[in-house]
């Protein structure tokens, strides 16, 4: 079932995922229409993207071939039947889209990274009915995401979606962009009303993660998949590497396995109800655990104080993260995660440990 109408499109009662396709930027006429004619022959996506004005990373590159591109898009639009999408970085970008009338805009990661910009593109938004999708920005900020997305909101745009597209980050990694999928989750638990959309092109930069990644967004509940086409990829004048062409989006789209989020199956159901009540007592466990650990933190700020010895001592702290990450791997817990575990339970108990010995507070008696 592909979806034809903008106002239906953006909702959590999506049986299959929306699919936006379309590539990196317009370059030209031709290129843009082959692209929309073959991806609307697939007959699965519903909205047709393209970059009008493209904010590169340094200047010189391609940047967009400006305002003609949305002339195209409308060509676009009458001949398949598609919807269109523009990324819009600036108020003069809404207006033009508006006039055009694409159907939606998307706020891409830099603009979401700058409130300046987000909230000069809500104020030109007020009074408009148009669904607007807000990309995460690059650098991995919550907050920030959620801010332009409430900025947009205030505006009074009620379609509003969030397109997940990886973060930046200075290590190296297997992804363009690192997934941090805790990130989207924790933006779904905050806002659960709010559809979310995932964009693997951006988060792996080239194509042959892209299919793990859609399936595991899919996996994730998400309602739907941005993935950049192009039907001569490696001619594109941007990102070329991870661009697919329509024929491969539609191979991509058809193995993907889409799970159901809940079944009505009373055994299924009986066996969750089960685990979930395993992993509710586990979790009791843990917690009365670490707040029995704390408590040993507090005693040994108590002795340190006595004792005049410093809170950190990093021979220690040293010892525990080794010891600790071993102990992990060997029940299979990846060392990435123990490292983690082990820096916030750490942190807690210098926190305790700081209670006791800075703040003076005394170690709560044992009750009688
Ligand atoms: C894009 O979608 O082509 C784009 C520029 O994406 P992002 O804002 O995610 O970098
Ligand atoms: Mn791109």
């Given at each position: 079932m592909i979806h034809k109408t903008p106002a239906s499109i953006l909702s959590q009662e999506l049986t299959t995922p929306l699919v936006i396709a379309g590539p990196c930027s317009a370059e030209t006429e031709e290129q843009v229409l082959r692209t929309a004619r073959e991806i609307a022959a697939l007959n699965r996506v519903s909205i047709f993207r393209a970059?009008?004005?493209?904010?590169?990373?340094?200047?010189?590159?391609?940047?967009?071939?400006?305002?003609?591109?949305?002339?195209?898009?409308?060509?676009?639009?009458a001949e398949t039947g598609l919807l269109t999408a523009v990324e819009v970085a600036n108020v003069k970008h809404v207006q033009e889209a508006l006039?055009?009338?694409i159907d939606f805009l998307w706020l891409g990661a830099r603009t979401t990274a700058n409130p300046f910009s987000v909230q000069e593109i809500a104020e030109s938004l007020q009074g408009v009915k148009i669904p607007v999708l807000i990309k995460n920005p690059v650098n991995a900020d919550l907050d920030l995401w959620m801010g332009a997305i409430e900025r947009v909101q205030k505006a009074g745009i009620t379609k509003i979606g969030a397109i997940h597209r990886g973060f930046s980050s200075y290590d190296k990694s297997q992804y363009r962009n690192k997934p941090m999928w805790e990130l989207p989750i924790e933006l779904k638990r905050r806002m659960p009303e709010l559809?979310?959309?995932?964009?693997?092109s951006h988060i792996c930069g080239t194509t042959d993660l892209l299919f793990n990644v859609a399936q595991t967004a899919i996996d994730l509940d998400y309602q739907g998949l941005m993935i950049e086409t192009h039907c001569d990829p490696f001619a594109a004048?941007?990102?070329?590497?991870?661009?697919v062409t329509p024929s491969d989006l539609g191979k991509l789209l058809e193995r993907i396995i889409i799970r159901k989020s809940s079944v009505e199956d009373?055994?299924?159901?009986?066996?969750?109800?089960?685990?979930?009540?395993?992993?509710?007592?586990?979790?009791?466990?843990?917690?009365?655990?670490?707040?029995?650990r704390m408590e040993?933190?507090?005693?040994?700020?108590?002795?340190?104080?006595?004792?005049g010895v410093t809170i950190l001592q990093n021979s220690r702290w040293n010892e525990i993260v080794q010891d600790r990450t071993k102990q992990g791997m060997e029940k299979q817990l990846s060392p990435e995660f123990m490292l983690k575990l082990f820096e916030i339970i750490h942190?807690?108990?210098i926190h305790h440990q700081k209670q006791v010995m800075v703040n003076g507070i005394e170690m709560k008696k044992k009750n009688k």
């Open positions: 970059g009008i004005w493209k904010p590169r990373t340094r200047p010189g590159s391609f940047e967009g071939v400006g305002s003609i591109g949305i002339e195209w898009l409308k060509n676009v639009k006039q055009h009338g559809p979310l959309l995932c964009d693997p004048l941007s990102d070329a590497k991870q661009q009373k055994k299924f159901l009986s066996t969750l109800e089960d685990i979930r009540d395993k992993i509710d007592e586990l979790d009791n466990d843990l917690i009365r655990l670490l707040a029995i040993m933190a507090r005693a040994i700020g108590q002795n340190k104080k006595n004792s942190q807690e108990s």
